[in-house]
């Protein structure tokens, strides 16, 4: 199986910032769309953000709307996820996942859209 591997994630005081790493084998084949999801003790999965192959198109939660920014780098098979302002909320595991769809414009923050996924990296905003 071919799956994302996340990085990046540690502990972090709140109003720090972390850039989180997504990196896949064929990230542009295999994922075309690339989102990042969290889930912390006790929650569901929650959508956090997600962008399309170009990058021209990307969608975000509200509740990470203008601290949060997904990017990607094609040539090296890399997303990222650059957190700011963090919040102790935003403490959880985050999980990169990636699908193909021939809509290269297909940016959705749903779970169910995904069918890659990593093992998680955790993040933690404490003081």
């Known amino acids: 199986q071919l799956q994302p591997v996340e990085s990046g994630g540690g502990l972090v005081q709140p109003g720090g910032s972390l850039r989180l790493s997504c990196a896949a084998s064929?990230?542009?084949?295999?994922?075309?769309?690339v989102g990042w999801f969290r889930q912390a003790p006790g929650k569901g999965r929650e959508g956090v953000a997600c962008?399309?192959?170009?990058?021209?198109?990307?969608d975000y939660a509200t509740s990470v709307k203008g601290r949060f920014t997904i990017s990607r780098d094609n040539a090296k098979n890399m997303v990222y996820l650059q957190m700011n302002s963090l919040k102790a909320e935003d403490t959880a595991v985050y999980y990169c996942a990636g699908a193909s769809y021939s809509n290269h414009q297909f940016c959705e923050i749903r779970e169910g859209a995904y069918y890659k996924w990593g093992q998680g990296t955790q993040v933690t905003v404490s003081s």
């Open positions: 064929k990230l542009i084949s295999d994922y075309v769309t």
């Open positions: 962008i399309t192959f170009e990058g021209g198109v990307s």
